[in-house]
Each structure stands twice: as C-alpha cells, then as structure tokens.
C-alpha cells in the first residue's frame, strides 16, 4: 500500500519483495522478485562474497525494471 | 473407507488400582500410566492430575492434547507415531468423551498454551468444557530446558500420545454407548458437487525437523502438498506440530474430532459429495508457495473438484499461502470458501490478514486471535506458572509498557488470547466472528 | 442532564445563501437552523447548543484558515459531541463534514458524527476520527439521514456501546473486533452453509469483506543514471538501538536515518525488528534487508545519478491501510524535498 501511495506522487517505484503475491495484492505496478522473506536482497544460504555479487545484480536488474516500459502490473525475474 | 468410533462417555476420573472404566468412570493406575507415557525415561518428574471444568485450575504450559482412544484389532492408535505403520481410516475404533489426555511441562515455547477451568477464559474454548487427564513432566534434554521459544518438545508430544493410548485400552471389551460412522462411500452422492477441504498444517517455516506436524509418524518439514481420506485424518494419521500459536493451531484432539469434517460427512451425499482432504503447507519461500498452491489446483482438478473448504491454520506468512490457494482454486473453476481467524490487533485497527485479495470472496472469520484478557488467579495450578515470564511464550510477557508483566503477585494474569489453546476454534469449533467497526 | 451538541452546516443549509454565498467564512450561531433544527428535536439525551456556518468554497480553498477558525469559535465552550452535514453526494460539502470533524475530534478529543452517500470522496479521508452514517445521494432524503444521525448520537452520548458498522449504519471505520454468536453457530456449519450457497449459486455474505484494490496510473519508465533516487523499506531494518521504538508489527511510524559517507551497513549498527521473519539473517548481515554496498558500487558507476541520503524504514507487517497510507505520504514530502522521481521499494 505504502508503495501504490508513492507511485500515485507520480514517483517511480520498483517493489522488491520475494513474496510477489502480497505485492500484487497490494496494488504495486513494477515488482522484482527478490531471494527470501528474512533475506530479500541475497540467498541467505550463500557465502558473503556470493551474496555481495547477488545484492549487485539484484539492485541492477532493478534499475532496469524502472526503465522499463509496462502496460498492466508486472512481476519481473 | 469406512470408519466406526465408538464413544463411551466419561462422567469422572479417579486414580485407582486397576485402570477401568465401570459405569462411566474411568480409574486410572498412576504408576502404569506414567510407564505408558514415558516408557524410555526421557521425561522426569512426571505426575498425573485430573483437572474438570468448573474447578479453579490453571494448566500451563500446555503441549499437547489428545483424545483417549484404542483400536479393538490391535492396530497403533496413531500409525508410524505410537506403533507399527498401518493404514488408518478404515474399520473400527472406540473413544472416551467429554475428556482430553493432556502434556505439560516447564519450560514454554512457541507452540504452548494455557487452559483456565474456570472464570472469563473458560468460556473461550471448548477445551475448557471437558475433563483433562493432565501429565506434568520435565524433561530431560536440558536444551529444551531453557528459555527459546523453538521447542521441539518431543516426548511431551509424544508422552501424550501414548498416554491416550493407554487410557483408551480400559475400555476394551465393552460395548460402546454410540457409534459415530463415517463412511465416504454412501451411494447417491455420486452426482453432487464434489467437495474437498484444503487443510493448511504446520510444515516449514523452521529449517530443522521435529517442529511440525507428523503424517503417519513422519515429519512433514519437506511435504509437498497431498490427499487424504478424511477418514485417516479423523483416525490418527496426522499429529500436531508445536510451532504454531495455542490459540490458532490444531492439536492432535481436534485432527480426531474436526468439526469441518463432521460437517462435510453430514452433508455428505444430501447437498454435496465430500471427496477428501488436501493438507497444503506453509513453506517460507515464495516459489514453495508457488508449487504448494499449483499442486493443490492441479489435484483439485484431478479430483473434479466443484468446490472446497480452504482452512487457515497459521498465522503471519501462512496467510499468503491461505490466500494463494483459494485464488489458484478459483481460477481452476473451484468454487471456494475460506475459514480463518483475524489479526486485528489489540486496538482493532491492524490490518486482518497479512494479505487481503479479493478474490477470496467467501471467509467465514473464526474471530480475532488477539485480545487482551484480565485473568482473576485460580486456586490451583498444574504445570509451571512462572513460564509466563518466559520470553517468546505468544501471549504473555515478562514486561509489556503498557500491560507490565502478564503475571501480578496476587497470581493474576493479564495475557493476551494467543495463549489459550483452542481460542480460535479453527477446526471449525469457533463460534466468534469479527465485524467492521 | 442534557448533553451538549455543536453542528456543522455549510452555506446553503446554514441558510446563508447558494453558490454564490460559497466564500463565507466561519460563523458561530447560538441556537439552531434548518438541519441543526431537526437535529435538536429528534435528540432525546442532547441538546444542539451551538451551528457553525461556513461556505464551501472557502473550505475547500482555505481549509487549514477555515479549520483554524473553527477551533478558535468553540474554544471555550462546552460541548459534548460534534455532528456535521449530512452531505449527500455533494463532494465539497462531504470535504468540508470529514475535514471539520477530522479537525474538532482530535483539538477538542470528542467524538464527531457526519452522514452522506457512500461514493462521497470525504468518506475515506479520515475514517477513524468519525462516525459517518451510510446517507442518501441528493437532500431529498434528508428525512431519511437525520434520524440515523440523531441515533447513533443519542447512543455515543447515553454511552451506549456502538456495535458493528452494518448493525448501526455507518460505514466501516477500519477496525475489526471480535463478537460471540450463539454456541451452535460454529465456524464449521457456517463455512458449510456458505459453500452450499456459493455451489449451488445463491447469494452469500462473506464475514471478511475485503475491497478490490484500486490501481494507480504507472509512472513512466526513468533512466537511473538521470534520476534522483530513493531506498525506502518496509524489511524492519533500524540503527542497533532502534531510536524511533519502530514496532515489530502494525506499526504506525517510520525511521529516516542519514546515509551520508556510508558505503556499507554492518552488523552490530543496524537490526531487524520485523516480526514476521526470522531477523537473524538480516543481523547478521543488515545489507539483506538494505544493500547500500550495491546502491554505492552503482552510484560511482554512474548507473544512479544521484541517490537520496535518507533511507525510509518501517516493517510492514499487519500495518493497516489508514497508517500506510498516512506514512506513505510523509515519506513522499521528504522524497519531493528532494526532488526525487525513482525509489527503490524493499519488503519482505
């Protein structure tokens, strides 16, 4: 909810969450699926140095999210 | 499958020489009911009490609840759990009502809960209205024995299980006061709609086994979701976990007694057919969610499915999993109703669910799972009051700001209700609701 | 003894005139008119002592002036209760009823009772500061409004416990709470019955009404590299010490916390207190929750053109509508502060 309210500022927003079903039933456009609910950013399971590299191309693929160009709610990979 | 229980209906309990139940009351011999119940020595310091609705008795922390039950053909009343492995559901089993065989330690965790026989929070679960045949124990494994919410809790568990067991087998060899029948296959129900209940257990969440429930004696940490005769679920194939909160969760008494089930059963070839029951899981990864919710529309399709019964049993991110799967089932043409209770909160303004969709357009709401409750002291005691003070024990606390500590000196509690075993009603017990205010 | 009552009435009901009376400015009449009239002869434990009149233009143009204003005409006086409209489908007058009661409930801590039709936009503005009763789309049903108004003023000021939103009329005002049905009413039966409904086609009430969400228009597509950018958070991380007592669940504030000259967040500085997950990830390592070394690397890359100091936190667990949307927008007069157009939105 907090993230459609950004959104309606006319702010870009990239919901990060791993439970992609809460986000979509709370109204947020662009959703990246993110690695876990305790550890969204990386698999909580990795060593640090993987997981440094996973926040790297996590926080990547969300640049690209917000420039891409969507017609209807998405959940991007 | 076809299974008969045949009831016989306790008045009282007394501890005696020989255990037996004659003209309604059962006696029990102490000394070989604790062999029963502890029959390798994990649990110290046991001692049984028996407890009935009425008395001024507080019992906590509460473990495990089960129903005293015994098979006249031999077989294990819970298979894989108590005994050997056999298939249950089918055939007959005797049963002692109006009473519960109850486990209680020390130290509390996330899966304990607090029974009071008398006063406001009797009259708050139906687990208050029936005898209790309790057990208090310690346990021997000192790493339960501290202050950690994640309590494996093991031989209380069990210990209650094979108490049950041991209770049932005094009325062996005569001859039950009613039969209950439950039998799936009743002709003439073929052409109705075809019902299943969806039945959210206790089953991830932690990463390590002995938490969760026990299907058939075995852990289901890892279970993809499946199908059962509701028969077997009525019949001990499934015992309880001790993860989720007293006032949601389902203990093993109301696996053996779920209301939901007998509701099915008595609509049963008259408005609908009741096919069976799916168990959908709770896992703590959104592509385990995923599967669970496919896997439960895939069999719902495979079964034919017309409608179904969708059961919340967990709280937090085990109500996306709840929501999911009515929305899969909906779109797999399956007519839905939920059942859950709400978490709005101690001031009635938090968000009910961590999810709301509304494509779950039919919830029946079992009522709120946190109230705050004044609790006059009991003249009694079983178990270990001071688990209160515990931390990590949902529902009380040693220190709150604005409630202070849930125990006062005089005895008396301020709690909030996810202590209370059976709160919620969930197996369909509940006759509290929530409205908009 | 009779309780005391003010009203609220715009322009044209308040008899000051029609559009071209909308600028008047805050009045306070002794005694009653027109609706406040009514009011005070269907009352039987009240007595409408006091009826601001004010335009609704000058409301909708001046409205922190008009409710100022307001407040300095009943200081000082003595009232008990503070009942608006009712404001049918007009939109402004509805505005106007929600802003004034909003306003007077929280000043002078009474309760405050409105009335208009359910597509009215002043029905969800304030939703917990009032009672606004279900009314009637145009003033023809004015008969039919007041007497609701009269009762659940009646019942607030006999003290009378006001039940759900269906059984007293008014419109839900985001709380639930829990009721005792009759013992034979079990869940059980219930759910069965509703199915049986549901199967067999017949309508069917569902005991948790739950609204369609509405969508927002998308916002356009933004190059990082050219934008100004900002991290908000409902994953539950805060500074060790957790200065803004964020809450475990429901929470109703956030934390801002300064980044500058933070290229990393470590352990031992920062904690979750979400408590829907197992924090003990994210304390080990904050930068699950919040992964400012990423933001850094692609701030020097030049990926992000400019990256907003703050970082926003909340948990998002069990927050409610009212309280996300409230913090939502305080977190957005910040971000336009700043002039800041992408936000990068984590939860769990």
């Known amino acids: 909810m907090m993230v459609k309210e950004i959104e309606r500022s006319g702010i870009t927003v990239v919901h990060v969450a791993n439970m992609t079903a809460v986000a979509q039933s709370i109204g947020s456009n662009r959703i990246l699926k993110a690695y876990s609910i305790p550890a969204a950013m990386a698999d909580m399971n990795e060593t640090p140095e993987i997981q440094a590299k996973q926040r790297y191309q996590l926080m990547s693929r969300a640049l690209e999210v917000l420039n891409t160009e969507i017609k209807e709610q998405t959940v991007f990979q | 499958m076809k299974l008969e229980i045949g009831n016989f209906y306790v008045k009282d309990i007394v501890f005696g020489d020989k255990t037996s139940y004659k003209d309604g009351i059962l006696t029990v011999n102490q000394k070989e009911a604790v062999e029963a119940l502890n029959p390798e020595g994990n649990l110290k310091n046991v001692e049984l009490y028996i407890v009935r609705p009425g008395e001024k008795t507080r019992i906590l922390p509460i473990k495990e609840i089960v129903e005293a039950r015994v098979r006249p053909d031999g077989r294990a009343l819970f298979p894989g759990q108590t005994g050997q492995m056999a298939l249950s559901g089918d055939g007959k089993i005797y049963a002692l009502k109006n009473m519960a065989v109850t486990a209680v330690g020390v130290y509390a965790g996330n899966g304990d809960g607090m029974l009071d026989m008398d006063g406001p929070a009797a009259e708050l679960t139906y687990f208050s209205e029936m005898m209790h045949l309790c057990f208090k124990a310690e346990n021997t494994d000192d790493s339960e024995n501290v202050y950690n919410p994640y309590k494996k809790n093991t031989y209380y568990r069990l210990g209650a299980q094979l108490l049950a067991e041991y209770i049932g087998k005094a009325v062996l060899g005569q001859e039950p006061q009613e039969w209950e029948i439950f039998d799936n296959t009743t002709e003439g129900a073929a052409d109705l709609p075809r019902v299943a209940m969806v039945l959210q257990i206790s089953a991830a969440f932690v990463k390590e086994p002995g938490f969760v429930c026990r299907l058939y004696g075995q852990d289901v940490i890892n279970l993809v979701p499946t199908m059962l005769n509701a028969n077997e679920l009525l019949d001990g194939a499934l015992c309880a976990d001790t993860l989720f909160f007293a006032s949601f969760k389902l203990y093993t008494y109301d696996y053996q007694n779920m209301p939901l089930i007998k509701e099915l059963y008595a609509e049963h070839g008259k408005g609908l057919n009741f096919v069976g029951v799916f168990l959908d899981v709770n896992p703590a990864v959104a592509d385990l969610k995923v599967r669970a919710s496919d896997r439960i529309a895939v069999m719902a399709q495979m079964m034919k499915l017309d409608g179904a019964v969708v059961v919340n049993t967990g709280n937090g991110h085990s109500e996306i999993d709840f929501f999911t799967t009515i929305i899969k089932l909906e779109e797999a043409g399956v007519k839905c109703v939920g059942q859950c209770m709400e978490s709005p909160g101690h001031g009635g303004g938090m968000q009910s669910k961590v999810m709301l969709d509304a494509r779950a357009d039919a919830i029946v709401s079992t009522g709120a799972d946190h109230v705050v409750l004044n609790l006059p002291a009991m003249d009694k005691v079983i178990g270990e009051i001071d688990s209160v003070n515990h931390d990590g024990y949902p529902g009380a606390w040693a220190y709150d700001p604005e409630y202070g500590p849930s125990l006062h000196e005089d005895g008396s509690l301020v709690v909030d209700s996810l202590i209370i075993a059976g709160h919620d009603g969930n197996a369909g017990w509940s006759h509290k609701v929530c409205k908009s205010y | ?348």
């Open chain 3, 1 to 348: 003894m009779m309780k005391k009552v003010i009203m609220y009435l715009n322009q044209f009901y308040g008899g000051i005139g029609g559009e071209d009376k909308a600028d008047y400015e805050p009045s306070l009449l002794e005694g009653v008119v027109g609706p406040s009239k009514a009011l005070d002869d269907m009352l039987t434990a009240g007595t409408v002592t006091y009826t601001i009149l004010c335009g609704d233009g000058y409301m909708a143009s001046h409205t922190e002036e008009a409710l100022e204003k307001i407040g300095r005409l009943l200081e000082g006086l003595e009232f008990d209760i503070l009942a608006a409209g009712p404001a049918f489908m007009s939109g402004r007058y509805g505005v106007s009823c929600a802003e004034v009661c909003n306003y007077v409930h929280k000043r002078f801590k009474i309760p405050a009772v409105t009335c208009m039709f359910e597509e009215n936009p002043g029905r969800e503005m304030y939703p917990q500061s009032m009672y606004i009763m279900a009314g009637s789309k145009s003033g023809a049903g004015m008969r039919k409004d007041m007497p609701k108004m009269a009762a659940i003023i009646d019942k607030i000021l006999k003290g009378e416990e006001i039940l759900w939103a269906e059984a007293e009329g008014y419109f839900p005002r985001g709380f639930r709470w829990q009721i005792q049905l009759p013992k034979e009413q079990t869940a059980a039966k219930r759910t069965v019955a509703m199915l049986k409904k549901k199967l067999d086609g017949e309508p069917f009430e569902t005991e948790l009404p739950i609204d369609a969400e509405e969508m927002v228009p998308i916002a356009p597509p933004r190059d990082a590299s050219k934008s100004r950018v900002a991290f908000v958070s409902t994953g539950g991380l805060v500074p060790i010490d957790n200065p803004d007592h964020i809450p475990s669940a429901a929470s109703t504030r956030f934390g801002r916390y300064d980044l500058s000259g933070k290229d990393v967040l470590k352990s031992g500085e920062w904690k979750s207190v979400h408590g829907g997950y197992d924090q003990t990830y994210a304390n080990e390592q904050p930068m699950l929750a919040m992964p400012l070394d990423a933001i850094r690397k692609l701030e020097a890359e030049g990926k992000i053109g400019y990256f907003h100091p703050w970082f926003y936190t909340t948990t998002g667990n069990q927050t409610n509508r009212v309280n996300s949307v409230r913090m939502a927008k305080e977190i957005v007069e910040y971000l336009k502060a700043d002039d800041i157009d992408t936000v990068i939105f984590g939860s769990a």
